[in-house]
């Protein structure tokens, strides 16, 4: 343990706004800092669009806020900010909104991400910065724990669930096996397509009479994902995107089988619900954003796609460097997610 970690600071404010599986990547940050420093304040800032995925989080103040789009959006932080003061900043998101919050924040210490992983000169904005890493994001997060003297914690996912979301998920099950569906990534380029998803919905009903349920969020292009793959499956696929809330997904996905789901942040969500999770990666590499400490139910096409596409050696391609090919995701064949549903139904 290192002399800062001897000194305990009072109060840290810790900054993510966004996004959904970024926030539950930064849970074990959280559990660490909890764990070293019991009486230690954390006031998590985030925003009105994660924090119902968040409350409940055992022994955090949140402060919600609105991502500012004006310039009297930042007048009204900076009037907030003043009620507060911190020892310990961890400025945990680097984009230009975010950074010009920072200035807002009263801290002794404002701590940020190292340059490779921050925008918009994030460096001028935070005092102190992580060290550089090629690592998972979840490990970018534990960064801070290590800047500020914390070695070696265990990571703890952990997410509050009601008994109630629990039991409503459990009501969802109506056959032996329960699959789960979270079709759509942020960006299409990261989706694989409604005729893959179709095809194997009906490869998997046919050998294993699973049930499959869709879930994903009320965005258009997750609900329209949604209704062409209905369409297109022969099989029967019960749809509940858009139609739950962030505890519910949370409490499904715990009560599944399986997900499956390209780079998108219910993957995360699994994981803290220790669910095994069959990741579908080609645009960026599942080392990066993949699943963590469960990768080995990940179809990874990514050193394909980047032979393929960028006309490169898989070793030569930079560890944030994407794929933004429109054909890299139909890399991922229906039998390769099909070999690895055997596995997890294999291992029970």
Avoid at 126 to 153: N, R, Y
Avoid at 238 to 267: F, M, W, Y
Avoid at 288 to 316: C, H, M, R
């Amino acid at each position: 343990m290192t002399d800062q970690a001897l000194t305990p600071p009072k109060n840290i404010a810790f900054f993510r706004l966004s996004a959904l599986g970024d926030v539950v990547l930064a849970i074990p940050l959280i559990r660490a800092l909890q764990k070293q420093w019991p009486n230690c304040k954390i006031t998590w800032i985030t925003s009105s669009a994660v924090y119902p995925l968040l409350q409940g989080l055992e022994d955090v103040e949140f402060l919600v806020i609105q991502k500012p789009k004006s310039l009297s959006d930042y007048l009204s932080l900076r009037k907030l900010f003043k009620n507060y003061q911190f020892d310990v900043l961890l400025a945990a998101q680097a984009s230009l909104r975010t950074n010009l919050i920072y200035p807002f924040i009263n801290a002794k210490r404002k701590i940020g991400f190292d340059n490779g992983r921050a925008r918009d000169l994030h460096s001028f904005f935070v005092k102190e910065q992580i060290t550089p890493a090629d690592e998972h994001l979840a490990q970018g997060f534990m960064g801070f724990a290590k800047l500020l003297g914390l070695e070696g914690s265990e990571l703890n996912w952990h997410l509050h669930v009601s008994d109630e979301d629990k039991a409503w998920a459990k009501s969802q099950r109506k056959s032996e096996k329960l699959v789960a569906i979270n079709a759509a990534a942020s960006k299409a380029e990261r989706t694989w397509s409604a005729n893959n998803y179709a095809d194997f919905i009906d490869a998997a009903v046919e050998k294993y009479q699973c049930q499959f349920v869709l879930t994903g969020g009320p965005a258009k292009n997750e609900v329209e994902l949604a209704e062409q793959i209905q369409q297109l499956a022969k099989s029967s696929v019960e749809n509940r995107v858009g139609k739950t809330s962030h505890k519910q997904i949370a409490a499904l996905l715990g009560e599944v089988d399986c997900l499956i789901a390209p780079d998108t942040g219910p993957a995360h969500i699994a994981v803290a619900m220790h669910t095994p999770v069959i990741g579908l990666y080609a645009v960026a590499r599942s080392g990066l954003s993949g699943p963590f400490q469960n990768p080995d139910y990940t179809v990874d096409k990514y050193p394909e796609a980047v032979t393929k596409y960028l006309g490169k050696d898989f070793k030569e391609a930079g560890w944030h460097e994407r794929v933004h090919h429109e054909g890299a995701m139909d890399l991922i064949k229906v039998e390769d997610v099909m070999g690895q549903l055997a596995r997890v139904f294999e291992a029970g």
